[in-house]
């Protein structure tokens, strides 16, 4: 069995991109990612500290709107139409979730396509399902990444992706499409999932539920992929039982230290890329 391992993977992606960065400061375009983060969820606080750490190593330049859990629509789509109209700003990220109060979709739709390097706007998910360039959503991007570096043949396979997602599961499909995989969706309505599961030569499971993934639905040898990240009695586990499943599995991703590790990285690359384009 091979441990896919993300951190390492990930690291590679983020000195790449950092020469990257330099490159475009010597050009004189400093990269800028601007996060809009609203009220005070702590996992949403963790999330942004680790993007502006990321940023900071990578030589991005950072800047971080927070605005009070009270706060209006009206207060965050001005926001967002500030950074949108910011030429210094080549990256846009609103932390989700939003407060209950806020429209989510409405917000994300005001975002400039073209600095929307979380890939979640209406444009780039239509990109992607057209087969064009465009800002891909970061953690499936994130995938394709570990699974190029682990240098799985995806041509002919049969990819299984558990969970339907906007932001993971799918673009994740349609990545594993775009890659020539033969590619089945599973959600909460599916009849007979595990059977399917276990026809997976690539098995991502993208659920939200701990350890939803068992030895039993898996394929011995396949790759599966955990995008998972549950709290469980203080301890993160991911949607997949590892310890029986990395004995059938022929490679498989940890968590921590597997997907969770490459989203990050790929949420730098797309903010050198929007400065690249913004840049020329
Ligand atoms: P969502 O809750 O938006 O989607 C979960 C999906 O799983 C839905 O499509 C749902 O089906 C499906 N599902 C739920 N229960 C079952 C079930 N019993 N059987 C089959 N399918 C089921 O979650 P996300 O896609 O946002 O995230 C998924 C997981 O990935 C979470 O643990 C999240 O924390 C993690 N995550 C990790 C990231 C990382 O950086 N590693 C980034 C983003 C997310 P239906 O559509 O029918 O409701």
Redesign the pocket.
């Known amino acids: 069995m091979t441990l896919m391992d993300g951190r390492a993977v990930a690291n590679a992606v983020k000195e790449e991109a950092a020469l990257r960065a330099k490159a475009l400061i010597e050009r004189g375009v400093t990269p800028h990612l601007a996060v809009v983060l609203v009220g005070e969820d702590p996992a949403s606080q963790v999330y942004v500290r680790n993007k502006e750490t990321g940023c900071r190593k990578t030589g991005i330049r950072s800047t971080v709107v927070r605005l009070a859990q009270d706060c209006t629509q009206q207060d965050v789509e001005e926001t967002v139409a500030r950074l949108n109209a910011d030429a210094s700003v080549h990256g846009i990220l609103v932390q989700l979730p939003l407060p209950r109060h806020l429209d989510e979709a409405r917000v994300l739709r005001l975002i400039d396509p073209d600095k929307d390097v979380d890939g979640f706007h209406a444009m780039n998910a239509g990109r992607l399902m057209i087969g064009q360039p465009g800002f891909v959503p ?2 499936p991007l ?1 995938v394709m990444k570990l699974l190029e570096a682990y240098e799985i043949d995806l041509t002919g396979k049969h990819a299984v992706v ?8 799918k673009p994740m499909a349609m990545l594993l499409l775009a890659a020539n995989a033969t590619v089945t969706v ?5 009849q007979g ?1 595990a059977e399917i599961a276990r026809q997976a030569d690539i098995l991502v499971a ?4 701990p350890r ?1 993934v068992t030895a039993d639905m898996v394929k011995p040898g396949a790759t599966v992929i955990d ?4 709290r469980v009695d203080g301890r993160l586990v ?2 997949v039982d590892f310890d029986a499943v990395s004995q059938a599995a022929g490679c498989i991703t940890p968590v921590p230290g ?3 590790q ?2 990050i990285a790929m949420l730098l690359c797309n903010t050198i890329d929007a400065a690249a384009r913004h840049g020329r």
């Open positions: 970061c953690t994130g558990i969970g339907r997602s906007n932001i993971v599961g599973c959600h909460s309505r599916t999932l993208a659920v939200g539920r939803f995008v998972g990240i549950n991911g949607d597997g997907v969770g490459m989203t």
